[in-house]
């Protein structure tokens, strides 16, 4: 699996197939619209361009964020652009609730960056990497809002990590 970061990184391991199915989609996309274009008669070449841009937006809105992690560091890559924050150096964490709950991170450098928290829970590499750095950055005394957010959501981390290690053995 290519990796988003140096090598060593923890990388989602679930955005290959998040990907394919954005591009999935997109292509359905193009090629129904296209289909429909044709079929009513009125498909030219400006429409097939407009089309093939419009299923290009499509994927570009569905493509998941890539998520990443190291010692030290935690990283977001969107189709535009790359945020990095020092989780050795995290100065504040707030989590927001609502339709798309998200973490939001900044570090000490004033480096910022917003995150799925189902990320964190589906890949308990990443969450390594990011509770190792908060550990750092509570030592150094530099992480000074949110580590409470942080707690609750390494319990509900281990509550499903457990719940999932009972299911798979068959105890629950």
Do not use: K
Not at 75 to 85: E, K, L, Q
Not at 107 to 127: F, K, S
């Amino acid at each position: 699996m290519g990796r988003s970061g140096p090598p060593g990184a923890a990388g989602d391991r679930h955005w290959r197939g998040s990907a394919r199915l954005a591009a999935g989609c997109a292509l359905l996309f193009c090629a129904l619209s296209l289909l429909i274009d044709w079929d009513s008669g009125s498909l030219t070449p400006l429409r097939a361009l407009l089309w093939v841009t419009l299923s290009a937006a499509v994927c570009a809105v569905l493509l998941p964020q890539r998520v990443s992690a190291g010692s030290g560091w935690l990283a977001v890559r969107t189709p535009w652009r790359r945020h990095i924050v020092r989780t050795d150096a995290l100065a504040a964490v707030r989590q927001y609730d609502g339709v798309s709950s998200h973490l939001v991170l900044r570090d000490v450098y004033g480096h910022r960056l917003e995150l799925d928290p189902r990320v964190l829970t589906a890949n308990p590499l990443i969450w390594h990497e990011l509770d190792t750095g908060v550990r750092r950055s509570l030592e150094r005394g530099t992480l000074r809002q949110g580590s409470e957010v942080l707690h609750r959501l390494g319990d509900r981390i281990d509550e499903e990590t457990v719940q999932a290690v009972l299911r798979a053995s068959g105890l629950s």
